[in-house]
């Protein structure tokens, strides 16, 4: 049934920043500005919590040409800004929920569009249930973003595809790096993830006819090993001088610990997700005290969230499709509910968009099936290579002045006045 209720939108953007992220607000805003029931389109600064402190911009006005919605389109990270608020349930705060129900009242807010991770899915699914609860004609659709790929049902999320390329081309310039030197040595590339290793895997793209690397692949769905990984760079050492070692953040041991915590300090956000970091260069020590080599550890760490230089066509793409379709859905009158890609075929890549109740995939994982990590638990298969290998083709035409990637001016995540185009 088509959804005739005139209105307002209103559009967050919550989690981690990927370079796809402000594609999906692109589509959005492309699609609200050609339908007729949507009035005025409104941004959240700063998520949710933005909103609840009144931190609103106008983006009709802002985006109304199509050479600035492009420019968005090419812009990293997230033009609204973020946050990592985790509402509260409507029994522990209900005094939020009518906060936020009485300002959308006042907008006018008949659409919300909420594109994030894990997290931000709750959000949507707790908003969605409160307005089912008091009645309140609105459509909330959540719009999936993160460079982990661990929603489940989708096939994979916005904003992966880019991440994974960046990981592939950094490994492969790393390995031009370290063949150079005719001595041993092992360089260890630490890579986010905290519970799935999808972006980790993604490293196997990086082999070429000339070179093997990475030589082995960490992910946190096989317990790690320290005697197997010791093992395993002594009897590569005895055939290959340069060994490169991709890991995830995340890796734990038999007992379920992460590795990275063993050797540093881990803080807990607020949704109780530790803030990992240090696997890298514990494993350097580590190799560095049993082996007689050169060893290097490396930390992508937010690197590989935001390189529009390094990005995904096929991505971007995606991305900016998914936010179209969140608005076509709103219009057939679905609410509570993310948007998914579903792939069709691998060669030809096809796909198709659709939904699911959000229910099924707030605070959920989607982790590497584990027939896709070799049975030495070093190492993926083809079927990941065929899985990946589509989500990285295409190169994306970005804006440059001065030598320099010219992106959408972000002043007004730090002031209170700015032009967004100077």
């Given at each position: 049934?088509?959804?005739?209720?005139?209105?307002?939108?209103?559009?967050?953007?919550?989690?981690?920043?990927?370079?796809?992220?402000?594609?999906?607000?692109?589509?959005?805003?492309?699609?609200?500005?050609?339908?007729?029931?949507?009035?005025?389109?409104?941004?959240?600064?700063?998520?949710?919590?933005?909103?609840?402190?009144?931190?609103?911009?106008?983006?009709?006005?802002?985006?109304?040409?199509?050479?600035?919605?492009?420019?968005?389109?090419?812009?990293?990270?997230?033009?609204?800004?973020?946050?990592?608020?985790?509402?509260?349930?409507?029994?522990?705060?209900?005094?939020?929920?009518?906060?936020?129900?009485?300002?959308?009242?006042?907008?006018?807010?008949?659409?919300?569009?909420?594109?994030?991770?894990?997290?931000?899915?709750?959000?949507?699914?707790?908003?969605?249930?409160?307005?089912?609860?008091?009645?309140?004609?609105?459509?909330?659709?959540?719009?999936?973003?993160?460079?982990?790929?661990?929603?489940?049902?989708?096939?994979?999320?916005?904003?992966?595809?880019?991440?994974?390329?960046?990981?592939?081309?950094?490994?492969?310039?790393?390995?031009?790096?370290?063949?150079?030197?005719?001595?041993?040595?092992?360089?260890?590339?630490?890579?986010?993830?905290?519970?799935?290793?999808?972006?980790?895997?993604?490293?196997?793209?990086?082999?070429?006819?000339?070179?093997?690397?990475?030589?082995?692949?960490?992910?946190?769905?096989?317990?790690?090993?320290?005697?197997?990984?010791?093992?395993?760079?002594?009897?590569?050492?005895?055939?290959?001088?340069?060994?490169?070692?991709?890991?995830?953040?995340?890796?734990?041991?038999?007992?379920?610990?992460?590795?990275?915590?063993?050797?540093?300090?881990?803080?807990?956000?607020?949704?109780?997700?530790?803030?990992?970091?240090?696997?890298?260069?514990?494993?350097?020590?580590?190799?560095?005290?049993?082996?007689?080599?050169?060893?290097?550890?490396?930390?992508?760490?937010?690197?590989?969230?935001?390189?529009?230089?390094n990005a995904s066509r096929t991505d971007l793409d995606e991305a900016q499709r998914i936010g179209q379709e969140a608005v076509k859905a709103a219009q057939k009158g679905i609410t509570g509910h993310m948007m998914v890609l579903t792939r069709e075929s691998n060669n030809p890549y096809t796909l198709s968009v659709s939904t699911v109740p959000v229910e099924q995939v707030a605070n959920q994982e989607k982790k590497v099936p584990r027939e896709?990590?070799?049975?030495?638990?070093?190492?993926?298969?083809?079927?990941?290579?065929?899985?990946?290998?589509?989500?990285?083709?295409?190169?994306?035409?970005?804006?440059?002045?001065?030598?320099?990637?010219?992106?959408?001016?972000?002043?007004?995540?730090?002031?209170?006045?700015?032009?967004?185009?100077?």
């Amino acid at each position: 049934m088509m959804n005739t209720n005139k209105g307002n939108c209103l559009i967050g953007q919550s989690g981690g920043p990927t370079v796809a992220i402000n594609a999906s607000l692109c589509g959005v805003i492309e699609e609200a500005l050609q339908d007729p029931n949507i009035q005025t389109i409104y941004g959240m600064v700063n998520g949710i919590e933005g909103f609840l402190e009144k931190n609103i911009l106008n983006l009709s006005d802002l985006f109304q040409e199509k050479e600035k919605r492009q420019f968005l389109k090419t812009t990293p990270a997230m033009y609204l800004g973020s946050c990592r608020y985790k509402l509260p349930s409507f029994e522990e705060n209900p005094k939020v929920y009518e906060e936020i129900f009485k300002d959308f009242q006042e907008m006018n807010i008949r659409y919300f569009f909420y594109i994030g991770g894990n997290d931000s899915m709750d959000t949507v699914w707790k908003l969605s249930q409160y307005a089912k609860k008091v009645s309140y004609p609105i459509q909330i659709i959540g719009i999936p973003k993160t460079i982990d790929n661990d929603l489940p049902y989708t096939d994979h999320t916005p904003g992966f595809g880019s991440a994974a390329k960046y990981v592939a081309t950094s490994l492969l310039e790393i390995a031009h790096d370290s063949y150079i030197y005719d001595l041993p040595s092992v360089t260890i590339v630490e890579i986010m993830g905290r519970n799935a290793g999808w972006l980790t895997a993604a490293s196997v793209l990086a082999r070429t006819s000339y070179h093997n690397g990475p030589d082995f692949i960490y992910l946190p769905e096989v317990p790690f090993v320290t005697y197997e990984f010791l093992k395993d760079l002594r009897e590569l050492q005895k055939v290959k001088k340069n060994i490169i070692v991709a890991v995830s953040e995340g890796i734990k041991n038999p007992e379920g610990n992460y590795i990275a915590s063993q050797s540093v300090a881990t803080h807990i956000d607020g949704f109780g997700h530790a803030q990992l970091s240090g696997v890298g260069k514990a494993l350097e020590y580590m190799v560095q005290t049993a082996l007689s080599c050169k060893v290097r550890s490396i930390e992508l760490s937010v690197l590989q969230r935001s390189a529009m230089h390094n990005a995904s066509r096929t991505d971007l793409d995606e991305a900016q499709r998914i936010g179209q379709e969140a608005v076509k859905a709103a219009q057939k009158g679905i609410t509570g509910h993310m948007m998914v890609l579903t792939r069709e075929s691998n060669n030809p890549y096809t796909l198709s968009v659709s939904t699911v109740p959000v229910e099924q995939v707030a605070n959920q994982e989607k982790k590497v099936p584990r027939e896709w990590i070799n049975p030495a638990g070093n190492d993926v298969t083809q079927e990941m290579v065929d899985y990946l290998q589509p989500l990285i083709i295409g190169e994306v035409p970005v804006t440059y002045q001065d030598g320099l990637p010219k992106y959408c001016n972000i002043s007004h995540l730090t002031q209170a006045s700015f032009d967004p185009f100077l």
